[in-house]
């Protein structure tokens, strides 16, 4: 099954009435995970660092990033009543750290089980082995990676997930650690990797799809699809290409102040797109190719059958001439013609009569 993640990440705007709001229309909308983003402030950002392009046309503001994500913070009591309240609805809480303070809290404080790692944070493989050795799986997002860039951290995480006694964390060991039969198992068991065009909204002709098949055969992991573009086509045809996760930004108002609202999904849209993934996941069905139940009534009708051209007597010995091929199909298959011709009829024949089964005896 599809997992359908809900990012609501800093839509809430700081107010935690509206985190919640966001978790009940993410449930509404049918999404298997709600996700939010946790982090403070202060250890994000320096004081000098500036927004991005997106942030500032979005926001409206010239600021500081850490001006901007202090009023973004949501406090902690606030994610422990939202992972309660996500469990009651039966939705599940999900939320990104985006430094070792929050991961930390995520883990221990609300007994995540699963981590989600942003892609900006995938060269930092001090982080991503911090991540590692909490022993929770991990949804690794890889917009603006290189294939080197991503094996280096599914290296970290292959290093920390083994738990390697005495050696020090370094490239080298991670390399080791990745190339290394448990590593191997062990990202196969836990690790999900998401293709993603990092930027908001991601022009269409930028998001290369089709590097979500390269990621599954290179990598050979779990891989879904993180999704920037406007709209909901992109992430159904990622659907349709095979993403076991799916996540998409969503917002209860296009029109409220803050960096991510203009490029997500309303509530209508994201419940419309929820309804077409599954849409595609049910048409996607199985591998294995076989008549199926609602086409077997329709065989006799559409298929045909070796029939007489025309009248038959028994005894006479069949040629091309006495043969058609025509509607329906609950005579003897086609391909059996040259099996029928020099063969004797058994029986007298009227014109448009279905072949015996007996005559190629």
């Not at 994000?44 to 046309?57: C, E, F, G, I």
């Not at 930027?199 to 269409?204: F, G, L, R, S």
């Not at 199985?286 to 029939?307: D, F, G, H, M």
């Amino acid at each position: 099954m599809i997992k359908i993640i809900a990012e609501a990440g800093v839509n809430h705007n700081g107010s935690s009435e509206l985190a919640f709001k966001l978790v009940d229309a993410a449930f509404s909308a049918g999404a298997d995970i709600v996700k939010f983003q946790t982090f403070n402030a202060s250890s994000l950002v320096t004081s000098s660092a500036k927004q991005a392009v997106y942030q500032t046309k979005n926001t409206g503001i010239i600021e500081s990033q850490l001006e901007m994500l202090k009023r973004l913070e949501l406090p902690k009591q606030t994610y422990l009543d939202l992972k309660k309240y996500c469990n009651g609805l039966g939705i599940e809480f999900l939320s990104t750290a985006f430094d070792s303070e929050s991961l930390k809290f995520l883990v221990e404080d609300l007994k995540l089980k699963t981590l989600k790692i942003p892609s900006g944070d995938i060269t930092n493989t001090p982080f991503i082995l911090e991540h590692a050795l909490t022993g929770c799986d991990v949804i690794l997002s890889t917009g603006m990676a290189t294939l080197g860039e991503i094996e280096e951290a599914l290296g970290a995480l292959a290093f920390g997930y083994i738990g390697s006694s005495g050696i020090e964390p370094s490239r080298s060991a991670f390399a080791a650690a990745y190339v290394s039969e448990m590593g191997q198992h062990l990202l196969t068991e836990k690790v999900t990797i998401l293709h993603c065009t990092t930027e908001y909204p991601a022009p269409k002709k930028e998001i290369n799809l089709n590097a979500m098949t390269t990621l599954s055969n290179t990598f050979r992991l779990k891989t879904g699809y993180s999704d920037h573009s406007e709209g909901i086509l992109v992430p159904i045809a990622a659907a349709a290409l095979g993403a076991k996760v799916i996540e998409k930004h969503f917002t209860l108002d296009k029109n409220l102040d803050g960096p991510d609202h203009k490029a997500s999904l309303d509530l209508a849209e994201l419940t419309e797109m929820v309804t077409s993934i599954r849409t595609v996941e049910l048409a996607l069905g199985s591998a294995v190719k076989a008549p199926q139940k609602s086409e077997i009534p329709n065989k006799s009708v559409a298929r045909k059958s070796l029939v007489t051209a025309k009248k038959i007597l028994s005894g006479q010995i069949i040629n091309k001439d006495d043969v058609l091929i025509k509607r329906p199909g609950n005579g003897l298959l086609p391909s059996l013609f040259w099996n029928l011709i020099g063969s004797k009829a058994s029986r007298d024949y009227e014109p448009d009569e279905l072949y015996d089964l007996s005559e190629i005896k």
